[in-house]
């Protein structure tokens, strides 16, 4: 079994494939906060026990085992996320620690007992699948960044990255400003030269920086179904 330093490896990398970055060392020691020396041994050793593809090239790539783990494991996250949120009560940040320490101690016997009782969520509280045992995720090839939207366009929220949920003042602003998934979001102006964008959202009006922007996912808004007409009706005859 892996380790949980391991684990917390596996999640970073993954995270960073997830949000379409390239995934180098040095990214992989950001994310989890440690020094690239530490980061370059540890990756050794993943690749020496087979959770990572030992390769030349300097982007890590997981194998067909530490992705199987991995998604596991986020998938224990999301769901002790869920029922955290859901019939807890705790709000984002909170909970995204809570889950944190969980999922590591938690089997997957009493995961899924979670997962059933709550009505098999499809998602985690940010809009990070939670798919059914072994099913692995697929992404909306209509997504990307809010900070790629067009000024004038609507869009519609779908997650928000997990590298978010590790800043708690951000993810506290997210939950507190409604960039809930689901939420219909307008960007209505761009200040120039990468200046903030304006958003508008369940009525009220957000200014966020293009580096909060890129932590957000979304996807063009559904057009509006056209409005239901009754047919004419029929005369009767005489």
């Not at 596996?10 to 960073?16: H, K, N, R, V, Y």
């Not at 970055?21 to 540890?42: D, F, K, M, Q």
């Not at 009493?110 to 009505?119: D, I, P, T, Y």
Request: aromatic share 4%; hydrophobic share 40%; with cysteine.
């Amino acid at each position: 079994m892996p380790t949980i330093p391991t684990e917390n490896y596996l999640i970073a990398i993954q995270t960073l494939h997830d949000d379409e970055i390239r995934c180098i060392p040095a990214r992989v020691a950001e994310l989890v906060g440690v020094s690239a020396p530490t980061v370059t041994e540890a990756l050794k050793r993943m690749a020496r026990d087979g959770y990572i593809e030992a390769a030349h090239d300097p982007e890590v790539t997981l194998t067909a085992e530490g992705r199987r783990l991995v998604v596991a494991l986020m998938r224990r996250h999301r769901i002790v996320e869920r029922w955290l949120t859901d019939t807890l009560g705790l709000d984002w940040a909170t909970a995204h620690e809570e889950a944190h320490r969980m999922e590591h101690a938690i089997s997957d016997t009493v995961a899924e007992r979670l997962w059933v009782s709550m009505g098999h969520p499809t998602c985690c509280p940010h809009g990070n699948p939670i798919l059914p045992p072994g099913e692995l995720p697929v992404p909306d090839p209509r997504r990307l960044r809010l900070r790629d939207v067009e000024t004038g366009e609507a869009v519609t929220l779908l997650r928000i990255s997990e590298r978010a949920e590790e800043m708690h003042d951000l993810i506290v602003y997210f939950e507190e400003k409604g960039f809930r998934p689901g939420v219909d979001i307008t960007v209505t102006d761009r200040a120039p030269l990468n200046g903030p964008l304006t958003v508008e959202l369940e009525g009220r009006s957000v200014a966020l920086g293009e580096d909060l922007a890129a932590y957000l996912w979304v996807r063009p808004a559904e057009p509006a179904p056209p409005p239901h007409v009754a047919p004419e009706p029929v005369a009767a005859r005489a």
